[in-house]
């Protein structure tokens, strides 16, 4: 079964941390970038930061640049995003995306989300 499975979402005061994981299953993300996006309520998807798949060149949104960490660890089929100096702003469902082409075909794999509230 292809899946993605997001964990570590959760409370937290401002100035706090948490670590998102993404792990998938039924496929290797060896092949796939991998990103995390957000939507806070009322607001759209925004995207968060992003690793490539070839080099692990990383991106990442003027907003969290400098407090997040986009990671991975192939061993574990997992990518993580490292998330310091939370504030109330970043309080979000999170999600991953998996995107590949694999012999000529696109393949693009969601996450079902995971809440991260940020608060006092």
């Known amino acids: 079964q292809v899946q993605l499975v997001e964990s570590g979402g959760g409370l937290v005061q401002p100035g706090g941390s948490l670590r998102l994981s993404c792990t998938a299953s039924?496929?290797?993300?060896?092949?796939?970038?991998v990103g995390w996006f957000r939507q806070a309520p009322g607001k759209g998807r925004e995207a968060v930061s992003c690793i490539s798949a070839s080099d692990g060149t990383t991106h990442y949104a003027d907003s969290v640049k400098g407090r997040f960490t986009i990671s991975r660890d192939y061993t574990k089929n997992t990518v993580y995003l490292r998330m310091n100096s939370l504030k109330s702003e970043d309080t979000a469902v999170y999600y991953c995306?998996?995107?590949?082409?694999?012999?000529?075909?696109?393949?693009?794999?969601w996450g079902q989300g995971s809440q991260v509230t940020v608060s006092s």
């Open positions: 995306n998996a995107k590949g082409i694999i012999r000529g075909h696109d393949y693009d794999y």
């Open positions: 039924g496929f290797s993300l060896r092949s796939f970038a």
